[in-house]
């Protein structure tokens, strides 16, 4: 963590004990202790009541707080212009809160934005392999390694294209693996699938569960799209407008063979669709 570790919010509080003195005094040792429940892991970011504007302008976040557990999969769902990527520029540490703070792993986070920003002049091999050069692996382990990652988002027959001979999914990959090659604990995604057609996006939905269950990537993904949160999220976090605050959440018990189409999947995006709604009619009014 980038500051000390607060203790998790869902952490257990020590119990009152009964008959105990209100102040502890000489007796202290006489009482006796009490069985708590393990303390839950220290959570792999924590948003600590977090307001944010910029410059003389409206509040554009207000009070956030939220807690993400190591290895867990968190979608960040709302309107548009509601402040995702505000929040998630904000524990990308491109930004500083106004008001509260953000912790974070000290290795820092990686980031993937809607476009996937290759170097144009570099393969997809070359791409990857300039992130793993500025992370300090050595020259010679380079190739190999970018090679086991661009394996690892399916892309081995397009190692040696450009971005422009790449299809826009293919593209997306490329970013994905150079994502995976800072090897940071975090991968904040913002809408990185937004701009490819549907069958495309379940592909890399296929993919991106299934790095995330390889690596254990703690993953922020950010969507305005509800049947993607439905799809990808463990927990489905629902933000509001004017001010960006959280509004709801959802947790996912079992998300182990979801597809877009699955059942469990309509049956969530219709609920959250319902809030988002309420929400966006809220903010009409
Ligand atoms: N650098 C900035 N300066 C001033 N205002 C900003 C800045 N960045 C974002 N905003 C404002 O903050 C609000 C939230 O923007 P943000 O980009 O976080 O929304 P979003 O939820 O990501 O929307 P979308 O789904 O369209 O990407 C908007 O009103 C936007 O105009
Ligand atoms: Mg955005």
């Not at 212009?81 to 930004?95: F, P």
């Not at 693996?177 to 592909?203: C, G, H, K, S, Y």
Request: glycine share 8%.
């Amino acid at each position: 963590m980038t500051s000390a570790p607060a203790p998790a919010s869902g952490a257990a509080q020590a119990a009152p004990v009964a008959g105990a003195p209100h102040l502890l005094g000489p007796s202290f040792d006489s009482v006796t202790p009490v069985r708590q429940p393990a303390p839950a892991p220290a959570p792999a970011v924590r948003i600590d009541r977090v307001s944010k504007r910029f410059g003389a302008g409206p509040v554009v976040l207000d009070d956030v707080s939220l807690d993400i557990a190591p290895g867990e999969f968190v979608c960040l769902l709302g309107a548009s212009g509601c402040g995702k990527s505000t929040l998630l520029n904000l524990i990308a540490g491109l930004d500083r809160p106004t008001a509260g703070r953000i912790d974070t792993p000290a290795e820092g986070s990686a980031v993937m934005f809607q476009e996937s920003a290759l170097m144009p002049w570099l393969t997809a091999r070359r791409n990857v392999e300039l992130a793993l050069r500025l992370r300090g692996v050595p020259r010679g382990e380079r190739r190999e390694k970018a090679l086991t990652l661009l394996e690892a988002v399916n892309l081995t027959d397009a190692a040696e294209k450009r971005p422009h001979e790449l299809s826009g999914g293919m593209r997306q990959r490329v970013a994905l693996a150079r994502a995976l090659a800072q090897d940071r604990p975090v991968l904040l995604m913002d809408e990185p699938f937004a701009a490819l057609d549907a069958i495309t996006r379940d592909l890399l939905h296929e993919e991106l569960e299934r790095v995330w269950r390889s690596t254990g990537r703690t993953i922020v993904f950010v969507t305005h799209n509800v049947r993607e949160a439905a799809r990808l999220g463990q927990r489905v976090v629902l933000m509001g407008s004017r001010p960006g605050r959280i509004v709801q959440e959802w947790t996912i018990a079992k998300t182990t063979g979801r597809r877009i189409e699955s059942p469990e999947v309509a049956a969530l995006s219709v609920e959250i669709t319902d809030q988002l709604r309420k929400e966006i009619r809220r903010n009409a009014a």
